[in-house]
């Protein structure tokens, strides 16, 4: 007989965790499952850490973050959406963040508006917590807009999580989609929190975050993505001074601080250049998109590292389940979504091995 909590059964093991398991026992496996950068920690921001390390600043630090890093954040945010935000607070990671920002915000029976498809741990935090997640549909397009999200609205809307460049699709909110959203959340005294960790992988125009439109929005953000950090678990918060002040004090008793070598790390990383990068995960994308588009219904990603194809016929879970077979690991949708009608694959490898992983799916359309 079990004796876990029942909000337990709310929520279970990750998709992807469960193919990234796969992938461990797997010799050679094609693998565009993960999300995570295929290139590594900028060096400067590795002997930082060293440095820091062998300097003894290996204690905790404010549960804020160090003040160096958070006003490097706030540098950011003038210099990348000329905003200056009310509060600034050092995660572990956005994921970090968000379970920070979704515990001072969500009380049982509070609705939290989410766009399908969606990062995993949204709908499950939220559901932990006791509030209800309403998925706002997007298909067949993935545009998140303000008509489409005021047709779930109810009085217990309290919520709207924004994610823009997006995983799993790869859609960048345009300016235009973000000032709208912005009046409806005004005008229905909705809380936007912003998951913004994609806000470098824009690969067709410039990034837009809402607050351009909505000064007293909740941005999340990190250096998991952009500086290749995944394992060091560094994030940020920035935003309304009530709310940034909640999930602080919430940190005290949870989290305590992010990692305090990463964080002198981070103040360096904030630094550097990493438009190589990007333009080389814009041609992955080229690469992926036009050796699928003729054979899978797709749309072509704007941002981040992810590309959401349709079935060619079937469930998800099939059709992954003969990827596999095939050596080539990728995710059900059904993990992001309310649907199971299409799959998400990672871009972020090599070239050699997306072009194996592209034969393969074709190849399985081919034997449909």
């Not at 499950?124 to 998925?135: A, C, D, N, R, Y």
Request: glycine share 8%; proline share 5%.
């Amino acid at each position: 007989m079990t004796r876990s909590a029942h909000r337990m059964s709310k929520i279970d093991s990750s998709g992807i965790r469960k193919v990234f398991d796969l992938a461990a026992k797997m010799t050679d496996p094609i693998n565009l499952s993960i999300g995570q950068p295929d290139f590594d920690v900028p060096e400067l921001a590795k002997r930082e850490t060293i440095r820091a390390i062998e300097d003894g600043l290996n204690k905790y630090t404010p549960t804020q973050g160090i003040p160096e890093l958070r006003e490097g954040i706030r540098r950011l945010m003038r210099q990348t959406r000329d905003w200056e935000p009310e509060a600034v607070l050092v995660t572990s990671g956005v994921s970090g963040g968000i379970m920070l920002a979704l515990n001072a915000l969500v009380d049982p029976g509070d609705e939290v508006l989410i766009g399908d498809p969606y990062f995993v741990m949204y709908k499950h935090i939220t559901s932990l917590l006791g509030g209800v997640p309403v998925f706002v549909d997007t298909y067949p397009d993935f545009r998140l807009t303000a008509e489409r999200i005021e047709k779930t609205l109810t009085p217990k809307s309290k919520v709207l999580l924004l994610n823009s460049p997006c995983n799993p699709t790869g859609v960048v909110s345009s300016s235009e989609e973000l000032s709208d959203i912005a009046d409806l959340a005004k005008a229905h005294d909705l809380i936007v929190v912003s998951d913004e960790i994609y806000e470098s992988f824009c690969y067709d125009g410039e990034f837009v975050s809402i607050v351009r439109f909505l000064e007293h929005a909740v941005v999340l953000g990190g250096f998991s993505k952009s500086y290749g950090m995944t394992g060091w678990r560094l994030g940020y918060a920035c935003g309304d001074a009530d709310i940034i002040g909640e999930m602080t004090k919430l940190q005290q008793f949870t989290f305590v601080c992010a990692p305090s070598m990463v964080q002198q790390a981070g103040v360096v990383a904030l630094g550097t250049d990493v438009s190589g990068h990007i333009d080389e995960f814009r041609r992955k994308r080229d690469l992926m998109y036009d050796g699928l588009q003729d054979v899978f219904e797709v749309t072509r990603p704007e941002g981040a590292f992810y590309i959401f194809p349709r079935v060619p016929e079937g469930t998800d879970e099939a059709f992954v389940k003969r990827a596999i077979e095939a050596n080539c690991l990728v995710i059900p949708g059904s993990v992001f979504s309310q649907r199971n009608t299409h799959f998400r694959i990672s871009y972020a490898n090599s070239f050699d091995q997306l072009r194996r992983g592209i034969e393969v799916l074709r190849t399985l359309t081919s034997s449909q």
